[in-house]
């Protein structure tokens, strides 16, 4: 028995290799319906990745996300509002859990609300 499950895991890694495409994988890559345009900053790459699924297509950010880390990006639950001082910046930085969502301080306010409590 488990020779025989070895020998599928060999067939498949095989099959995967030999298609010359890396699966598509998040933060990098996220799988949306093939009739369903890719979102806003993602970008259809067919081309050089593939999704676990035939009706799936792969869409991929044009460039590759940053991690999000503390001070300058904080991550929230994908539903909640980013806090005051704030904004949505999955674009160009990525959190561990889908579910999340990447919050970048604005450090062009932060900065002239600090002056501004200076005088």
């Known amino acids: 028995m488990e020779a025989k499950l ?23 890559c996220i799988c949306y319906y093939k009739g369903d345009p890719c979102p806003s900053g993602l970008s259809d790459c067919s081309a050089t990745d593939y999704c676990n699924l035939d009706t799936n297509k792969p869409c991929c950010y044009n460039k590759p996300r940053e991690f999000c880390d503390f001070p300058d990006c904080v991550c929230y639950y994908h539903s909640d509002p980013c806090p005051s001082q704030t904004s949505d910046c999955s674009a160009t930085k990525y959190c561990n859990l889908p579910t999340n969502k990447p919050c970048c301080r604005n450090w062009y306010v932060f900065f002239v609300i600090s002056d501004a409590s200076e005088n």
């Open 6 to 28: 070895f020998i599928l895991l060999l067939v498949i890694f095989a099959f995967s290799w030999a298609n010359g495409q890396k699966l598509c994988d998040y933060p990098n």
